[in-house]
């Protein structure tokens, strides 16, 4: 089993539509939690970052951790065709060892 | 965010030649760089992990002498991909995080092209 899990899509929506990006993982040390978003050719920048259980919120994004659950999602409100990107979900324990997901490449339909 | 910048960002080489790759974290002390590549529409593969001042640790099937890694100061890593080979062609990324940071802050990558 994967440390980190994440359907790797394709997802494809509609402009104004709210996406919903997840990750499941096994390890319940993971402490810091993160979202990249990775344009074609380029190299990942940093959207979200949180620590521990909660919400997180920054303009139309939003990052949620549920430690309970092993689960963590990011939204976007308003999607615009400039979010097309693939996102990336990462995590780490207390060592410096970091875990990423494969991606979901997501699409925004102008 | 911190920011992290990489040279060059593209170079074109003939086959069995060396080829390095700067990476600089400008704004943060990275106490911790890492090295990945990335193949057309894959997901990023880890290729080793350097602490300043320390030798690298190569993920395993990563060829330590094949890609030498330096990190001797703590804004600055490079990667040397040497007598490189066509099947080197690929996007490579590196990434820093220390200090007070929780996370890692990428380059914007470099791409190589080995003919």
């Known amino acids: 089993q994967k440390e980190v899990e994440q359907d790797p899509g394709p997802l494809s929506v509609p402009e104004g539509a709210i996406v919903s990006l997840n990750c499941t993982y096994s390890?319940?040390?993971?402490?810091?939690f993160m979202w990249y978003r990775q344009y074609s050719r380029k190299g990942p920048e940093l959207l979200m970052y949180?620590?521990?259980?909660g919400n997180k919120e920054d303009g139309r994004f939003t990052a949620q951790v549920d430690k309970s659950s092993k689960y963590i999602s990011l939204f976007i409100r308003d999607s615009q065709p400039s979010d097309s990107a693939t996102y990336l979900c990462?995590?780490?324990?207390?060592?410096?060892?970091?875990?990423f997901g494969t991606g979901t490449s997501l699409t925004v339909i102008p | 965010g911190a920011v992290v910048s990489q040279h060059p960002s593209r170079v074109i080489c003939k086959s069995g030649t060396s080829v390095k790759i700067e990476c600089r974290s400008l704004?943060?002390?990275?106490?911790?760089m890492f090295w990945y590549r990335q193949f057309p529409k894959q997901s990023l593969m880890l290729m080793a992990t350097?602490?300043?001042?320390?030798?690298?640790?190569?993920e395993q099937g990563v060829e330590k002498d094949k890609f030498l890694i330096n990190h001797a100061s703590l804004t600055l890593s490079t990667l040397t991909v040497t007598s490189a080979h066509p099947e080197d062609s690929s996007f490579y990324i590196c990434?820093?995080?220390?200090?007070?940071?929780?996370?890692?802050?990428f380059g914007p990558g470099t791409r190589l092209l080995v003919l």
């Open positions: 990462a995590m780490r324990h207390t060592g410096n060892q970091f875990y």
């Open positions: 390890n319940s040390a993971f402490q810091y």
């Open positions: 949180t620590y521990s259980s």
């Open positions: 704004d943060f002390q990275a106490t911790t």
């Open positions: 350097s602490n300043e001042g320390s030798k690298a640790t190569y």
């Open positions: 990434s820093g995080s220390g200090g007070q940071a929780e996370t890692q802050y």
